[in-house]
């Protein structure tokens, strides 16, 4: 064996031990990403396993010193029949779709003028106009129930649909218009000016042009907004005083009554609304990871 062949294999061998270093490192780190996913999808996933092991469990297990983990054998259907029998939380949830639906589309129209007029138009003082949109949007919510009492009592519009929904789409308005100004101030101007050039009237390509584009960020908006208004308590709480209005957060604290917390029941009923929720997310996942992501990336 020549001297250079030595020398070439030696060198060799520490680039191969490198590699396979790198390979080990590499696998660990996945491995790492992989446990650590996993135990933050198990953490997010236990409250609401739990809460379907209950509405299945009878209220002897419930109340038990040890836990029963899987409602069978003994799993019973007790606590739906309560809930939409006895208790008729089915009108609840309509209050609810009422309710938090208007107040989403109505305020999601006003939520896509408001954010292309930022985003578009020649304003002064837009930074400081999205600053206070900000800024409201992050007030507690125990601050606005006394003022929003005051305003709505003189019109008449306690414990009315119109009077609930008005006050959730405010409270939703700010952060629609926060998500959808980002995706509206991405979209190319030139698209617009080329309708334009084609005869294309300001809400053609408002509507043609503009939204499909900024469709990511319009249903994430309003995903989100209507989450918030669907598990929204404190002011269902404030602004209703009868079941024919009152929406479903305030008809699960209904259940609780002076001597007995029926787990059970609003178990059942939390697992009755969380499902729509999950369905949504599931229908619309694609739509909400576009509109998460693609508001954060600057052309």
């Known amino acids: 064996m020549t001297a250079a062949t030595t020398t070439a294999i030696g060198a060799a061998a520490p680039r191969t031990r490198s590699r396979a270093n790198l390979t080990v490192s590499r696998t660990l780190r996945r491995v790492l990403f992989d446990v650590a ?3 933050i999808v198990l953490w997010s996933l236990t409250p609401f396993l739990w809460q379907l092991n209950a509405s299945f469990q009878p209220d002897r297990n419930l109340s038990a010193a040890v836990p029963t983990w899987l409602p069978f054998p003994g799993g019973t259907l007790d606590h739906y029949r309560s809930v939409f029998g006895e208790r008729h939380f089915q009108g609840y949830i309509v209050n609810s779709v009422i309710v938090a639906g208007t107040a989403t589309l109505v305020g999601l129209f006003i939520a896509m003028a408001g954010s292309y007029a930022l985003a578009r138009l020649p304003l002064p003082g837009k930074a400081v106009v999205l600053g206070l949109i900000l800024g409201i949007s992050m007030f507690p919510q125990i601050a606005l129930v006394a003022p ?3 305003v709505l009592r003189p019109l008449h519009l306690l414990n009315t649909y119109e009077g609930l929904g008005f006050s959730y789409m405010g409270l939703s308005l700010p952060l629609m218009v926060f998500i959808m100004y980002a995706f509206f101030r991405g979209i190319p101007r030139e698209m617009e000016e ?3 050039i084609d005869g294309a009237s300001t809400i ?5 042009i503009v939204i499909p584009l900024a469709l990511p960020g319009v249903v994430t908006a309003g995903l989100i907004a209507f989450m918030l208004n669907w598990q929204e308590l404190m002011l269902a709480l404030a602004f209703t005083s009868t079941p024919d209005r009152q929406t479903v957060p305030v008809g699960i604290a ?6 007995f917390t029926p787990w059970g029941d609003m178990s059942a009923a939390s697992v009755a609304v969380t499902i729509p929720i999950v369905i949504l997310v599931l229908l619309f996942q694609k739509r909400i990871i576009a509109g998460i992501t693609a508001g954060g990336v600057k052309e």
Do not use: E, K, P
């Open 194 to 196: 080329a309708a334009a």
């Open 37 to 39: 996913v996993g135990l």
């Open 148 to 150: 929003l009492y005051l």
């Open 254 to 259: 209904n259940f609780r009554a002076l001597f």
């Open 204 to 208: 053609r390509t408002i509507w043609s």
